[in-house]
T-cell receptor, first 112, second 107 residues
Framework: DSGVTQTPKHLITATGQRVTLRCSPR?????VYWYQQSLDQGLQFLIQ???????AKGNILERFSAQQFPDLHSELNLSSLELGDSALYFC???????????FGQGTRLTVV | AQRVTQPEKLLSVFKGAPVELKCNYS??????LFWYVQYSRQRLQLLLR??SRESIKGFTADLNKGETSFHLKKPFAQEEDSAMYYC?????????FGAGTRLFVKA
């Protein structure tokens, strides 16, 4: 157990819908990362937060947004969902955003 | 620009054979590199980091600054080594991952 908790574990939703994925980082970790893993794309960095502020942005679509709350948990919001958004979404946390990242189990999103 | 390249998408070896998973990086400065492993679509786990110079599950990796490489090696592959392996470079407030190499160890 890495200490990073993601909910829900599985999510099935229809195209056009909006979902929210939740991540609780390890105790003491200030930085949260979101990654998307699809079969053909590998692990894609989406966005990173550090102590509530956005620190780095990767290949995140405009339909997607995220935030980190004062209690350091983070949410990834995916809207106007398309079939191609079906993937495993991982959250990871680290102490300072510079060192080892600990990963959650992921949320498997299926868009039908 | 920081970049991590894993040139092989798939590597298939027989049990007991040596394994080398390639990783090349692009980074200005002194990098700290990691290898992560992911078994059967589970969470990614840190396998090893170059700074600690440790050997985990028989795997080692040496940082070669001249060749900008951090290849992962194991002298004798086991079936339970079958997994996805990601080379990663933390820096600039985000960790950059390579595309990953799927290792398949055949009996």
């Amino acid at each position: 157990d890495s200490g990073v908790t993601q909910t829900p574990k599985h999510l099935i939703t229809a195209t056009g819908q909006r979902v929210t994925l939740r991540c609780s980082p390890r105790s003491g970790d200030l930085s949260v990362y979101w990654y998307q893993q699809s079969l053909d794309q590998g692990l894609q960095f989406l966005i990173q937060y550090y102590n509530g502020e956005e620190r780095a942005k990767g290949n995140i679509l405009e339909r997607f947004s995220a935030q980190q709350f004062p209690d350091l948990h983070s949410e990834l919001n995916l809207s106007s969902l398309e079939l191609g958004d079906s993937a495993l979404y991982f959250c990871a946390s680290s102490v300072d955003g510079l060192t080892e990242a600990f990963f959650g189990q992921g949320t498997r999103l299926t868009v039908v | 620009a920081q970049r991590v390249t894993q040139p092989e998408k798939l590597l298939s070896v027989f049990k007991g054979a040596p394994v080398e998973l390639k990783c090349n990086y692009s980074y200005s400065g002194s990098p700290e590199l990691f290898w992560y492993v992911q078994y059967s679509r589970q969470r990614l786990q840190l396998l090893l980091r170059h700074i600690s110079r440790e050997s985990i599950k028989g795997f080692t990796a040496d940082l070669n600054k001249g060749e900008t490489s951090f290849h992962l090696k194991k002298p004798f592959a086991q079936e339970e080594d079958s997994a996805m392996y990601y080379c990663a470079l933390p820096g600039g407030f985000k960790t950059i991952f390579g595309a990953g190499t799927r290792l398949f160890v055949k009996a």
